[in-house]
């Protein structure tokens, strides 16, 4: 028996024979029984399906996002704690664009009493484009400190490089809104630059647990 067409040129054509021992029709040696060919075909596609289907899931797994910023366009939501709610706003300052995209997903996260005072969006964006804001637009790096909450209230230290490499801190406030749409939302009530050493230990203390005074962002 010959080949089918479709398989000439790949495995030839080669004379069969019968092997008397059990049967099998066998090619001569060196060429697989077609049978044979055929299961290892079907085999070797379905473990294609198989690698082609597991690959996504491994590369999901590799670029899973940072937990601070699982959504591509975060809300304010109850799940977000106050330090992931820092961290979206940080990160949303360091990468902010021409358009100002980043400081609209800042003010986003300010709480309403902040936004009363600071608002509306074009008032703020004003705000954080003037000194001492400016420093945290496109600056290199973020460390943070730990977060003391008390109750509703929260503050965090972050120390960022600004864009011209220099240090800067700032900390950060915010509550757990206890009413309307943003009920049980931790937001930002205000950002306290401490540029100086000696406003850098002053907010250390104010982290550490003291009273903070009011610093609307």
Known sequence: MNAAPGDKGRWGTMPERDDPADGVNL??????????VSTLVVWMRGLTVSLLTAVPL?????????????????????KLDPAEVVRIQVEALRINSDLDTGIALTYRFASPGNKSFTGPLARFTQMIRSSPYDRLLNHLTARYGPVAVDGDEAHQMVIIIDANGDEVAYVWVLTRQNEG????CWMTDAVMPAQRPTQRKLTQRLVQGEALSACLM
Do not use: R, Y
Request: hydrophobic content about 30%; cysteine-free.
């Open 181 to 184: 749409k943003f009920k049980d």
């Open 58 to 78: 491994v590369v999901f797994a590799a670029d899973s996002p940072d937990p601070m910023t699982q959504s591509l366009d975060p809300v304010p939501s109850p």
């Open 27 to 36: 090619k001569e040696p060196g060429v697989p029984n077609s049978d044979l």
